[in-house]
């Protein structure tokens, strides 16, 4: 054989194999896709809006002068977060989760914790048992992270300036744990743990979306620090959106 035709040859086994391999990752992208949409249209959603009616309260400026590191991070007077009302009339940082849901799911990805300014970021925040929880600090001063648990077993750890992150798991579903740093006390944040991924924390917009839920019956729970909690019995079905909405005063 000649080396123009052997040439030809290697040519042509080279498409063939290209053209079998992106067949076959074709295959693999369109069964993944179409596994995805079994999913959505075999489970359910729930989306909703957290409102407040009412004159909010009044929030006390935090008093920071303990520690000269974190008052210098602020120009302005850091208020409480705690009792906090978006412009649009809802309430951010509410802790909305969905109570004994049957069956195993997958725990999700690790959640962070960040200590930024001297104040917990996020305020409030929602991990499922066995959920790696990651505890950073962008400050350039020492804090104490202290889970005040009542359930899972309490835990106090001091973080030095540029020290990696804290690492921690929960065991047991706890609504909810108190964070606070031992040496600032106006430092707090508020972990749900619960024992399926079927949780959310409102934002400015007081709105939340809870995915991926089993068709069925479910009690729906809303936690605010400042405001109480709420509760409703709800049903959602295949493949549909359930709008379940609260109002606190």
């Known amino acids: 054989m000649n080396r123009t035709k052997w040439n030809a040859l290697v040519v042509l086994a080279a ?3 290209a053209l079998s391999v992106g067949a076959a990752a074709a295959r693999i992208a369109g069964s993944g896709a179409a596994a995805a949409r079994r999913a959505a249209q075999s489970s359910a959603a729930i989306t909703g809006k957290v409102s407040f009616t009412g004159t909010p309260p009044k929030r006390a400026p935090l008093d920071m002068s303990a520690d ?3 008052a210098g991070e602020h120009s302005e007077p850091v208020l409480a977060p705690d009792g906090a009302v978006n412009s649009n009339g809802t309430l ?10 049957s069956g195993k799911f997958r725990v999700p990805p690790a959640a962070t914790l960040d200590q930024t300014g001297c104040m917990y970021e996020p305020h409030v925040l929602g991990v499922m048992v066995g959920q790696e929880l990651d505890i950073a600090s962008s400050d350039p001063t020492t804090h104490n992270v202290h889970f005040m648990s009542k ?3 309490a835990w106090n750890e001091t973080q030095e300036p540029g020290a ?7 065991t047991r579903p706890e609504i909810m744990i108190m964070v606070h740093c031992n040496h600032h ?3 707090s944040a508020y972990l749900g743990v619960t024992s399926n991924p079927f949780f959310a924390v409102t934002g400015d917009q007081g709105t939340f979306t809870i995915k991926g839920l089993p068709p069925g019956d479910y009690t729906l729970h809303a936690w605010t ?10 049903t959602v079905r295949a493949g549909e959106t359930t709008t379940a909405n609260f109002t606190f005063k």
């Not at 990696?164 to 929960?170: A, C, Q, S, V």
């Not at 620090?225 to 709800?234: S, Y």
Request: glycine letters at 2%.
């Open 225 to 234: 620090k400042a405001f109480g909690t709420q509760e409703q019995k709800i």
């Open 185 to 187: 006390p106006w430092m």
């Open 68 to 70: 000269s590191v974190c």
């Open 92 to 101: 951010p940082d509410v802790f909305v989760y969905v109570e004994k849901v």
């Open 151 to 153: 359930i899972n077993k």
């Open 164 to 170: 990696p992150p804290l690492i921690h798991k929960f």
């Open 15 to 17: 498409s063939v194999a």
